[in-house]
């Protein structure tokens, strides 16, 4: 039997949902699969009961990773690796380079991971993307915001999930960030600050052309989860409602062509600003994080995990564009800390009008402590309207459903 490889990094209950999904893919196309979990992830057991082969590795050694692959493969063909987490992307590409699989390799895998490569090759092909500089020197920072004002935004050059993100609007708090990034500073890169509304594509890739892919908005600039108390939400807008939004799907499907990708799954963000300039973000070889596979499930009404594997072992796929309404995902989230007194469950949220799909994994006893990523969040629901406008007036009324009280 031919086997998979996937490496797999489970922190939430939904990780471990598309992973349960993943597996029964594979198990129906009937091929065997070796899940190599990171080290600290906590598979539930039902899950474990269903794998013939698993393992808990480093999966951030990458020597490591690359050894305990090769020993695989002196033992038996495999014949794709598969990644979820941005982490594992570029480390898969090189296990398929030193073992002759099939897919992403280094040479193009470094465009959807090191963003000083991928923002520099995006301007090659045309497109806009932020100034941007490396932060050597104290003094290199001072003249950037100089020249492109604040805010300006510091982040690592191959970060995910806003992690260590900054976003820093004064001299003052330039200076406080500095001292926790000087020792490291060339982890990072300083962009200027995009004023725009931000979009996402997803995108899925065979023999180099897109054969398909979804425009959505976030309701809310993903840098400014933390300091606005904006509500973390997308809504999905299909093939686009006008010419910039049309431009942004034509620019990403340049881009994925151009950035190597012959087959797989993509996640890309652009920004569109008032003055209607494009601006290229950045883009993962992965599949979109939080609930947007669910969010794709029920706008088009196919399961993109499954898609994804079918094209990428040349199995048949069940792809369609067809889109009739509008579907938004958002999540449950607050700015306040303390132990958790009251909050609606899962079942409540389930209960509202529109809601097609919703989880809280927070609970009653619960310590609610400030995120350090965008994905840190109580739980999420999934729901649809007519338009746009629609969902977000929804998105306001199951908002305004959910209770939560924290205390001490």
Known sequence: MKKIVIFFRGEVAMHFKYL???????????????????????????????????????????????????????????????VFHDEDVYTACLCREDNNIVGLRPAAGIHFRDKNVMQQRAKELGLKTPHCCVPHTRATLDEFAGQHGYPIIIKPYDGYGCGNTFKVETPEQLEEIWKKIRNERHDYRVEA?????????????????????????????????????????????????????????????????????????????FYLTDDGEIYFGESAARCGGGPIISLINHAYGFDLVEQWVRLDLNEEAHITQDYTTSFGAEYLSTLVTGSITQISDSDAIRALPSVLEAEV?????????????????????????????????????????????VGN
């Open 20 to 82: 349960d999904n993943f597996v029964r893919v594979i198990k129906d196309l009937k091929y065997s699969l070796h899940v190599m979990f990171h080290s600290g992830s906590t598979p539930p057991k039902s899950m474990l009961n269903k794998l013939m082969a698993y393992e808990f590795i480093d999966l951030s050694s990458v020597p490591d990773v690359r050894a305990r692959v090769a020993e695989i493969c002196s033992k038996e063909a495999i014949e794709r690796i598969f």
């Open 193 to 269: 600050y995009i004023h725009g509304v931000q979009y996402f594509i997803d995108s899925l890739v065979q023999n180099g052309e897109t054969v398909f892919d979804n425009l959505s908005q976030y309701t809310y600039n993903i840098i400014d989860y933390k300091e606005s108390g904006q509500h973390q939400g997308v809504i999905t807008l299909g093939q686009g409602e006008n010419i910039e939004q049309r431009d942004i799907l034509a620019q990403c499907r340049h881009l994925l062509n151009h950035f190597g990708m012959h087959t797989g799954v993509a996640h890309t963000e």
């Open 361 to 405: 994994w927070a609970q009653k006893g619960d310590v609610l402590k400030e995120a350090e990523h965008c994905y840190e969040v109580l739980g999420y629901y999934i729901c649809h309207g007519d338009d746009f406008a629609g969902v977000a007036q929804k998105f306001r009324n199951i908002r305004e459903a959910f209770q939560i009280q």
